[in-house]
T-cell receptor, first 113, second 111 residues
Framework: EAEVAQSPRYKITEKSQAVAFWCDPI?????LYWYRQILGQGPELLVQ????????DSQLPKDRFSAERLKGVDSTLKIQPAELGDSAMYLC???????????FGSGTRLTVV | GNSVTQMEGPVTLSEEAFLTINCTYT??????LFWYVQYPGEGLQLLLK?????DKGSNKGFEATYRKETTSFHLEKGSVQVSDSAVYFC??????????FGAGTRLFVKA
């Protein structure tokens, strides 16, 4: 069964440092999403791509977060500088179309110390 | 605005008990509705979905029926197992770009 790949699985970083997460969606899935999930809560959308274009980044803290999907395939989410409040699970998901259910990766657990 | 409300957890059941997790929604238009499951330390997995009123989604013994008149999509299973222990998320998609997730309901099943 096809999977969404994410790396790293776990990341510990000091505050004010830069950190990056990588996601490889299921082949052929045009839509890619980055979600943040704080412990005990539901996922919240950070950014959504349709192919290589950003279609929703309204909840992305753009002063410190950036995301790209240069060739419309894999994607990178960056935080610079990291803050203590950024500690969370960062989930990548993809779908063949916006209205379909998503396939999620296993996530990256970020701890900022 | 669009929103999803789930019953608060945790829900604790004994093995083979009947499960219901309530989900109600507020949405404009005609949303698609989903249930996702998250096991510890993992990402979410799509469990089932329904795209129009009176549709029943089902998978792995779980069922949910899209009730437009009560704006509900309650998750049910007739006989839970210890391996069903997880967090369950109700979600809706109304078109546009965003799927909205509920806060999640944690289920513990005791042997």
């Amino acid at each position: 069964e096809a999977e969404v790949a994410q790396s790293p699985r776990y990341k510990i970083t000091e505050k004010s440092q830069a950190v990056a997460f990588w996601c490889d969606p299921i082949s052929g899935h045009a839509t890619l999403y980055w979600y943040r999930q704080i412990l005990g809560q539901g996922p919240e959308l950070l950014v959504q791509f349709q192919d290589e274009s950003v279609v929703d980044d309204s909840q992305l803290p753009k002063d410190r977060f950036s995301a790209e999907r240069l060739k419309g395939v894999d994607s990178t989410l960056k935080i610079q500088p990291a803050e203590l409040g950024d500690s969370a699970m960062y989930l990548c998901a993809s779908s063949p179309d916006r209205g379909d259910g998503y396939t999620f990766g296993s996530g990256t657990r970020l701890t900022v110390v | 605005g669009n929103s999803v409300t789930q019953m608060e957890g945790p829900v604790t059941l004994s093995e083979e008990a009947f499960l219901t997790i309530n989900c109600t929604y507020t949405a404009t238009g005609y949303p698609s509705l989903f249930w996702y499951v998250q096991y510890p330390g993992e990402g979410l997995q799509l469990l089932l979905k329904a795209t129009k009123a009176d549709d029943k989604g089902s998978n792995k013994g779980f069922e949910a029926t899209y009730r437009k008149e009560t704006t509900s999509f309650h998750l049910e299973k007739g006989s839970v197992q210890v391996s069903d222990s997880a967090v369950y998320f109700c979600a809706l998609y109304t078109g546009g770009f965003k799927t909205i997730f509920g806060a999640g309901t944690r289920l513990f099943v005791k042997a």
